[in-house]
């Protein structure tokens, strides 16, 4: 093999000649998507709660429902159960007093009994007042706490559900720009 041929690639032509091919390969293109993608789901979700939740859910609403709207009507039974055993404290006062001042002495100290009696009934009262304030701060305080019980019971993490479906349309184009080109030569000795 000649100089020349190793030269060129060992591709040696007998006949006088020594052939050299150079090809070469330009490939550009350029491509263009556009995409108009629509999409929609709809679906449920559920809470999943167990019976014991199920049973509860219900009577706690009402009740936090009527905390908030109505507080007096709430406290209302048991602020009558207090003013009852209230006034049950006091309830044989007057015949204890009867007893103690005018059955011994035979009425003669019935000034002491009207000034016991009167102190006695004014202490009833006082306690009955007491019992009251109580009841209307309660009742005051409750929309307040009906409130922040709706949020704990609002806020529990309770199972779900989620039952839908999902659609996507789309429409686009597409464009793809080429070309190819090759190019050679041959050197002839």
Do not use: H, W
Not at 75 to 93: E, I, Q, S
Not at 132 to 148: I, M, R, V
């Amino acid at each position: 093999m000649s100089l020349l041929a190793s030269l060129f690639g060992g591709k040696a032509q007998l006949g006088g000649g020594i052939g050299f091919n150079d090809s070469g390969t330009n490939t550009s293109s350029n491509t263009n998507t556009t995409q108009n993608l629509n999409t929609s789901n709809t679906g449920t979700t559920t809470k999943n709660l167990t019976p014991f939740q199920s049973i509860l859910t219900g009577p706690l609403s009402s009740t936090i429902m009527q905390l908030m709207t109505n507080p007096q009507g709430f406290v209302a039974p048991f602020k009558a159960a207090a003013r009852d055993a209230t006034n049950n404290t006091y309830a044989g006062l007057g015949d204890t007093l009867r007893q103690q001042f005018m059955g011994t002495t035979g009425g003669g100290q019935s000034g002491k009994f009207g000034m016991a009696l009167a102190g006695g009934n004014l202490q009833r009262l006082s306690d009955l007042a007491k019992s009251d304030n109580s009841f209307d701060q309660t009742a005051a305080e409750l929309p307040l706490s009906g409130a922040q019980l709706a949020e704990q019971m609002l806020g529990q993490n309770f199972g779900q559900t989620t039952t839908g479906s999902s659609t996507a349309t789309g429409t686009g184009t597409s464009d793809t720009t080429g070309k190819s080109s090759t190019s050679g030569f041959s050197l002839g000795v």
